[in-house]
């Protein structure tokens, strides 16, 4: 359907000052929420478009049907699908699907990451001024001063290279991947980070929040990396040297 009605997009409306939804997003929503509520009608749906479908068990769908809105909406072909599994706050199934490459980015929480079939594997980047980092502004970067100007000018000064590219699960997937050695931002929703997040962890990188502690999914600042650069992104982003306890677990829950 993505791929069907991209370059010919119709109705788009402004959710916020900067945030975009089309008939397209709603529209891919609703085919993924009628296929999930008939195949598992016991589980709840958290999506991007619509009120939370809430179940009597403790599990839920997260989706997003299309993360990438504003680069769709421009023609930009840089925006995917993704959808989680989770049970009992834990995420155990990730899929993100970006149909203008054909790649299907998966993972099963203690099986490991694929990318159309094939593992998936961090980079072994070990410098920061070697590493090629992403990163994401929020919707209120116009009006708020918690938009992320200071960490990008931060980081750009000290890595090598970094890159904006508009689709929070398709960053994380390509840090999975070894594209990218590392991705942070900010005021994220779960739709937004949550299969991306167990992608990465299960192709042997790292998330946290901002302070290096398990990422929450519901409070949105997420740094991800392949592990090797994880502390210093941390001292950028804290300002502070990182002393890690021993054995602290240092992934999402």
């Given at each position: 359907?993505?791929?069907q009605?991209f370059g010919t997009?119709g109705a788009?409306?402004?959710?916020?000052?900067l945030?975009?939804?089309t008939?397209?997003?709603?529209?891919?929503e609703?085919?993924?929420?009628?296929?999930?509520s008939?195949?598992?009608?016991?589980?709840?749906?958290?999506?991007?478009?619509?009120?939370?479908?809430?179940s009597?068990?403790?599990?839920?769908?997260?989706l997003?049907?299309?993360?990438?809105?504003?680069n769709y909406a421009?023609g930009?072909?840089?925006?995917?699908?993704?959808?989680?599994?989770?049970?009992?706050?834990s995420?155990?199934?990730?899929?993100?699907y970006d149909?203008?490459?054909?790649e299907?980015?998966?993972?099963?929480?203690?099986?490991?990451a694929?990318?159309?079939?094939?593992?998936?594997?961090?980079?072994?980047?070990d410098r920061?001024?070697r590493?090629?980092?992403?990163?994401?502004f929020?919707?209120d970067?116009?009006?708020?001063?918690?938009?992320?100007?200071?960490?990008?000018?931060?980081?750009?000064?000290t890595?090598?290279?970094?890159?904006?590219?508009?689709?929070a699960a398709?960053d994380l997937?390509?840090?999975?991947?070894?594209?990218?050695?590392g991705?942070w931002e900010?005021?994220?929703?779960?739709?937004?980070?949550?299969?991306?997040?167990?992608?990465?962890?299960e192709?042997?990188?790292?998330?946290?929040?901002?302070?290096?502690m398990?990422l929450?999914?519901t409070?949105?600042?997420?740094l991800?990396?392949n592990?090797?650069?994880?502390?210093?992104?941390?001292q950028?982003?804290t300002?502070?040297?990182?002393?890690?306890?021993?054995?602290?677990?240092?992934?999402?829950?």
């Amino acid at each position: 359907m993505l791929r069907q009605h991209f370059g010919t997009i119709g109705a788009i409306e402004h959710k916020g000052k900067l945030d975009l939804v089309t008939d397209v997003d709603r529209r891919s929503e609703e085919a993924v929420v009628t296929f999930l509520s008939r195949e598992f009608p016991s589980c709840g749906i958290l999506t991007e478009e619509q009120p939370e479908i809430k179940s009597g068990s403790k599990c839920r769908w997260i989706l997003d049907p299309l993360d990438g809105t504003t680069n769709y909406a421009h023609g930009y072909p840089v925006f995917c699908v993704s959808l989680a599994f989770e049970q009992e706050t834990s995420l155990l199934w990730a899929g993100v699907y970006d149909p203008m490459r054909d790649e299907l980015f998966t993972a099963t929480r203690g099986h490991g990451a694929t990318m159309n079939n094939q593992p998936l594997r961090v980079s072994t980047i070990d410098r920061l001024d070697r590493a090629l980092l992403c990163t994401g502004f929020p919707y209120d970067v116009h009006d708020s001063a918690e938009n992320n100007l200071d960490y990008f000018a931060a980081f750009i000064t000290t890595a090598q290279a970094v890159r904006r590219d508009g689709s929070a699960a398709l960053d994380l997937c390509y840090v999975a991947a070894g594209r990218f050695d590392g991705f942070w931002e900010m005021k994220l929703k779960p739709w937004d980070i949550a299969a991306g997040c167990l992608i990465v962890t299960e192709a042997g990188g790292m998330v946290t929040d901002f302070t290096g502690m398990p990422l929450d999914i519901t409070h949105g600042n997420v740094l991800a990396s392949n592990g090797c650069v994880h502390n210093a992104m941390l001292q950028i982003l804290t300002k502070k040297e990182i002393a890690w306890p021993s054995g602290q677990d240092r992934t999402i829950s």
